[in-house]
Nanobody
Framework: QVQLQESGGGSEQSGGSRRLSCVGS????????MAWFRQAPGKEREGIAS???????RYADAVKGRFTISQDNDKNTLYLQMNSLKPEDTAMYYC?????????????????????WGQGTQVTVSS
């Protein structure tokens, strides 16, 4: 099973940009559909972006048009480009991998679709 490690978190001003990375090890992430989730203090974890092995994507309404999910298969790395950041984007961000369904077609923002999780990276956006 793939192991995942996020990086790129930190503090940012409102309106700024940041790119998160998630490096896979032991297995190729192209063998999975992938996603980014986030969890704000006192809130449930929510899925915000998903990508399948053919590059199909799905976004939550809260980030659509501001965030972009992508992956570099040569580097075995998943990315989340975050633009126009808002204070409400403050959260712990997690990457996740799954292959319960067809990895070439499936995308999901539901936790139950994913079996592998990283440890998370904190993003804090100040106004």
């Amino acid at each position: 099973q793939v192991q995942l490690q996020e990086s790129g978190g930190g503090s940012e001003q409102s309106g700024g940009s940041r790119r998160l990375s998630c490096v896979g090890s032991k297995y190729r992430i192209v063998s999975y559909y992938m996603a980014w989730f986030r969890q704000a203090p006192g809130k449930e974890r929510e899925g915000i972006a998903s990508i399948n092995s053919l590059g199909g994507t799905r976004y939550a309404d809260a980030v659509k048009g501001r965030f972009t999910i992508s992956q570099d298969n040569d580097k075995n790395t998943l990315y989340l480009q975050m633009n126009s950041l808002k204070p409400e984007d403050t959260a712990m961000y997690y990457c996740a991998a799954g292959r319960l369904f067809d990895t070439t077609r499936f995308t999901s923002l539901e936790e139950s679709a994913y079996t592998r999780w990283g440890q998370g990276t904190q993003v804090t956006v100040s106004s």
